[in-house]
């Protein structure tokens, strides 16, 4: 193996030095970035309960893992070894493939399982081929085409901006519904945030702070409250890190406020998780979430050690999903939580795998509290993407953005151990 990958990179280096190859693979990255956030296409071409169902969306993807496949290719090593110091992501990721042997239906499990497995390796391309200032400009990049696109169907095009038919007059952009949108801005505002921190010119600083005035308008258009709630820890996650290493005692006291929020958020979600419920505007069965929940936990409880096979058990009508839908009176199409979601597909030792793969991850961060401007963005998207996991079900999700996000931001964090400070 080590020979051929050496192999693979001397004929790398000895290959002719094209002038605009770094140019083109920035552009090829940014495309890929689009395609994965399913913006405009998703909408046109699918149905979002359904992502797997339309053809000329799925017809998409081949050529995207081929083109994976060849930018890997001029990188073997790096992306060797980002690979090897990933290994509990990639495991994580490969459990969704082995889970074809129990799945309850296994063509399917293996065709979703490759999405997941190809979308990771994507992340890892990601996290070898750029640095950290580097890969957050080109996030904040995708998530400017994205916003100023939302902008231009909400302004011009409201027919398939706003929606029409339920929460009327809320903007949805280039997605399928008002959530997607403000999820998705929220995330740009802390990529427009991150980048504009490690902005080598101050026009360019303004140029990011200008568009997270108009990824925050999105938020607010889109009367997303789950989304309001990301983007007040995406903003204010930066600012904390940023009156930290101010000094001692401007750290003391983040840390301590940080402290406190973690464990007012965790006592209330073990306590009286209708807290959060109300505070977000909804009653405490968050539009029939929990009494999913009530049942999803019969459903893993029969199947804990293995689930039921990835990215299937919605999909089998005719299986354990039926006695979902019978109990909640409707065609639930997900577990709405990253985590039920995942004891679903790939039993316990998936879940206690993910969680141990995203608190790898978010202690890397920690450990850079003092130092990189990588922070700007690590720390506050891990902790708003663990919040919004309780939510929504954003682990491993097949061709999906936050996804890839995840795998590049965990990949990165796990293999560049040269900017860690205690």
């Known amino acids: 193996m080590t020979d051929a990958f050496a192999l693979a990179e001397r004929w790398r280096l000895n290959s002719p030095r094209l002038a605009f190859w770094p140019a083109l693979e920035v552009g090829v990255a940014l495309l890929a970035l689009l395609l994965y956030s399913q913006a405009l296409l998703g909408p046109l071409l699918s149905d979002p309960n359904d992502p797997d169902g339309a053809e000329g969306l799925r017809l998409i993807w081949p050529p995207v893992y081929l083109v994976t496949a060849i930018l890997v290719a001029f990188y073997p090593t790096r992306v060797w070894h980002v690979a090897l110091r990933s290994w509990p992501l990639l495991a994580l990721a490969s459990l969704t493939l082995v889970s074809a042997t129990w799945s309850i239906d296994p063509g399917t499990t293996v065709r979703r399982g490759l999405a997941v497995v190809m979308t990771l390796v994507f992340g890892l391309w990601l996290a070898a081929r750029f640095s950290w200032p580097d890969m957050i400009r080109l996030i904040a990049l995708m998530f400017a085409v994205l916003a100023m696109g939302s902008a231009v169907a909400g302004l011009l095009f409201p027919g398939f901006g706003v929606m029409n ?85 401007f750290a003391t006291l983040a840390i301590f406020a940080g402290l406190c929020g973690v464990a007012s958020i965790l006592g209330v979600l073990f306590i009286g998780p209708g807290v959060i419920l109300e505070a977000l505007g909804r009653d405490a069965t968050l539009t029939g979430r929990t009494d999913i929940w009530e049942g999803l936990i019969g459903a893993i409880a029969a199947q804990p050690w293995t689930g039921y096979g990835y990215g299937v058990f919605w999909s089998v009508e005719n299986g354990p999903v039926f006695w979902i839908r019978q109990a909640t009176a409707w ?80 990949a990165k964090l796990t293999s560049d151990r040269r900017r860690r400070v205690a």
């Open 331 to 410: 065609d639930v199409p997900t577990a709405h939580n990253a985590w039920l979601e995942t004891a679903l597909a790939i039993g316990l030792p998936g879940v206690a795998l993910g969680a141990f793969v995203v608190l790898r991850g978010l202690v890397s961060s920690v450990m850079r509290l003092f130092g990189g401007v990588e922070t700007y963005w690590t720390l506050p998207f891990l902790v708003a993407w663990l919040g919004i996991s309780m939510s929504e079900s954003n682990l491993l999700e097949q061709n999906g953005l936050v996804w890839l996000l995840l795998c590049a931001t965990l």
């Open 165 to 249: 038919e339920i929460h009327v007059g809320a903007w949805k952009g280039l997605w399928w519904e008002k959530n997607t949108l403000g999820a998705m801005m929220a995330w740009a505002s802390l990529s427009f945030i991150a980048a504009a921190s490690s902005a080598p010119t101050r026009r360019e600083q303004q140029v990011w702070l200008g568009l997270l005035v108009l990824s925050v308008a999105l938020v607010l258009l889109s009367t997303s409250r789950t989304a309001l709630l990301a983007l007040t820890i995406c903003t204010l996650g930066p600012a904390t890190i940023a009156v930290t290493r101010r000094g001692f005692g």
